[in-house]
């Protein structure tokens, strides 16, 4: 109980952020009290069940923290080596402290729904803002589109959080095993996180709502794969017709996306010009001229930690597809086995939402870290209620993993530096 419990607590301190402006929390360290609390008694829970630990996802997060202070110690800079390693190491204990915390399909749908409420009360604060002018923490516009405050207060970024919540609650309300209150719930949370999506006018986010959508309509209804095709054809259409006005100026002469395409192609000669151990993480931004991040999460991590940290990284997030699609393919007999099913398909699209709109922004925060924790216990769950189910990282994987980050990138030096459509 006091595990879950600080888990909400925690998420709404990283989602709706009171201690940036409530002035009774102002200055109150809560994160730093939460997570070695939870993560503590987590760690208990798991000794006293005996419960599986170790996954692939551990070793690899280990091996990028050594790479987060290496990138910056080779570069000559220890004193941002040791800022740089500790602010991910809070972030990979996050990850832990979610992992340990969540022992039961039961825990993991509770937190699932937890994001889901906490991200549409903001929706909620994006919607009154876009009436009233003013959001309820007193901030203004963004160039006509709504925000939020602290590590929200970009638009691109708030369309993430409503994109990672809209997919979670499509499972719940539409998926095979959701079940009536939780329907009719999730249907409520979708009313208002869509227009949320939509006042952020984040193209990118837009682009990540249809690919989302049309992933779980097509895998959903499969049996019906033309009257699918059709629909989804009728919904692109009709995504497409009320997408943000935004969306009308994707070209590369626009100057939001020049300055992407202009970020990107920094990113790609960090990479060429420090290819085994990068610019340093956090160096980005200090290393252009005018400070700017990546707008890419592939590049700005490979820019910033070079290419072997770079795959160690990928390998993180490709494991937990990975793993929520083996247990999303598993036959069901109990119920338990159907909640972590439907709990996978939920995750894996959720996962692949992300991992599209972070092509178009850079998202490292904590609630990646949380996505991350959230699909190892899923998979540790799978794997004690599967008893075929095995899961390791192969060689395989990892021919996979080299492929795919050499494709990306390579794709972002032809978008960016070559640029074929100029």
């Not at 690919?211 to 059709?230: P, S, T």
């Not at 099913?341 to 894996?348: D, E, I, K, M, N």
């Not at 799978?382 to 996979?400: A, N, Q």
Request: hydrophobic share 55%; proline share 4%; net charge positive.
């Amino acid at each position: 109980m006091i595990a879950m419990t600080s888990i909400f607590i925690y998420i709404v301190i990283i989602i709706i952020q009171p201690q940036e402006f409530i002035p009774f929390f102002q200055g109150m360290p809560v994160s730093d009290i939460i997570i070695p609390l939870a993560l503590g008694i987590g760690l208990l829970e798991t000794w006293s069940k005996k419960r599986r630990i170790w996954l692939p996802q551990h070793t690899l997060l280990l091996c990028f923290l050594i790479f987060v202070f290496l990138s910056n110690a080779l570069n000559g800079n220890m004193a941002a080596g040791s800022d740089q390693g500790i602010l991910y190491l809070k972030r990979v204990a996050v990850y832990f402290m979610v992992f340990f915390a969540l022992s039961s399909p039961d825990r993991i749908k509770t937190t699932s729904w937890s994001l889901i409420l906490v991200v549409a009360i903001l929706a909620i604060e994006g919607i009154d803002h876009a009436r009233s002018g003013t959001g309820w923490a007193g901030e203004p516009f963004a160039e006509g589109r709504i925000r939020w405050i602290g590590n929200w207060d970009g638009s691109n970024g708030l369309a993430l959080l409503f994109i990672i919540a809209t997919t979670l609650s499509l499972e719940f309300c539409l998926g095979p095993y959701a079940r009536g209150s939780g329907r009719i719930l999730a249907a409520i949370a979708l009313t208002v996180l869509l227009p949320g999506i939509y006042l952020t006018g984040s193209r990118g986010g837009w682009l990540s709502l249809c690919l989302v959508v049309f992933l779980f309509f097509i895998e959903r209804y499969r049996k019906y794969a033309m009257r699918v095709v059709v629909m989804m054809l009728l919904m692109a259409g009709l995504l497409f017709s009320f997408a943000p006005a935004r969306m009308g100026e994707v070209n590369t002469k626009e100057a939001s996306a020049r300055e992407r395409l202009w970020s990107w192609e920094q990113g790609i000669r960090f990479l060429q010009t420090h290819p085994l151990y990068g610019i340093g993480k956090g160096q980005f931004g200090p290393s252009t001229p005018d400070g700017l991040i990546a707008h890419n999460n592939y590049v700005q991590i490979s820019a910033e930690i070079g290419w072997i940290g770079f795959f160690i990284w990928l390998a993180i997030p490709y494991l937990s597809l990975k793993g929520c699609y083996l247990i999303y393919r598993q036959a069901v007999t109990t119920w338990e086995q159907a909640l972590l099913v439907s709990l996978a398909r939920a995750l894996l699209t959720t996962l692949i939402g992300f991992s599209a709109a972070t092509f178009f922004i850079t998202m490292e925060l904590d609630i990646l870290f949380v996505l991350w924790g959230l699909c190892s216990a899923l998979i540790v769950e799978g794997l004690r209620r599967f008893p075929t189910l095995s899961f390791s990282l192969t060689w395989r994987d990892g021919s996979i993993v080299l492929g795919g980050g050499t494709a990306m990138i390579a794709l972002v030096y032809v978008i960016a530096v070559i640029e074929p459509f100029r």
